[in-house]
């Protein structure tokens, strides 16, 4: 699953306090990121204020398609839940801020894996914006005032219609004033949900194998 939305937001501090609920519950989790620790991701990550438009766009993807290979399959295969923070969505919104066509964007983007959900978390521009500050900021596309992160989180809500269009399920959640405690807390229901409704379809697809073999 993926937990996405503007910087600062608090998807990183969401997306690990799932992960310590997914544990409690005795389920083998795998937390990882995008940009990833490997010298793609690092380049993507530090590297906004010398690549830009087409070029950092092929560059994210490119990152992602190795995070799929050497990271999030083998665990998924591994049995395990896997929690991303950032992931398509954050490809589709600031490539699109960097002028490069959504199509170009879900073109390159055609063969990376579709996660069981999608959360988008949004909030206030001006109170992301801070929090962003704060932890200091590596990317361009967080340079901005509130203006360019009201731009931002506009453009998340977009990308969530359209990622539900294309079949993705995705669950948006604005935090408001919400302490990261009780977001996590209650995008757990949904992901308990999921997780379930994935159960329940991995148990049928075995099913029906077998019945097909016999």
């Known amino acids: 699953m993926v937990v996405d939305g503007p910087s600062g937001v ?3 501090t969401v997306a690990a306090l799932l992960v310590r609920l997914l544990a409690q519950e005795g389920r083998p989790v795998h937390p990882t990121k995008e940009p990833t620790s490997s010298t793609l991701g690092r380049t993507a990550r530090h590297g906004t204020d010398e690549y830009h438009g087409l070029a950092l766009a092929c560059l ?5 398609y190795h995070h799929l290979e050497t990271e999030i399959r ?14 398509l969505p954050t490809s589709l919104v600031l490539q699109r801020l960097d002028r490069v066509e959504p199509d170009y964007i879900w073109r390159l983007n055609q063969y990376a894996d579709r996660p069981d959900l999608t959360i988008i978390l949004t909030g206030d521009p001006v109170r992301s914006r801070a929090r962003a500050a704060e932890r200091g900021i590596h990317s361009r596309f967080h340079r901005g005032g509130p203006e360019s992160g009201r731009q931002e989180r506009d453009l998340y809500v977009q990308v969530a219609s359209e990622l539900d269009d294309a079949g993705f399920r995705v669950h948006v959640h604005d935090v408001g004033e919400q302490p990261p405690e009780q977001v996590a807390a209650e995008l757990f229901t949904e992901v308990r949900r999921v997780l379930a409704d994935t159960s329940t379809a991995q148990a049928v697809t075995a099913d029906a194998d077998l019945i097909s073999e016999s």
Do not use: S, W
């Open 60 to 64: 994210v993807t490119a990152d992602r």
């Open 74 to 87: 083998p665990a998924v295969k591994g049995g395990k839940v896997v929690v991303c923070d950032r992931y």
């Open 10 to 12: 608090g998807k990183t």
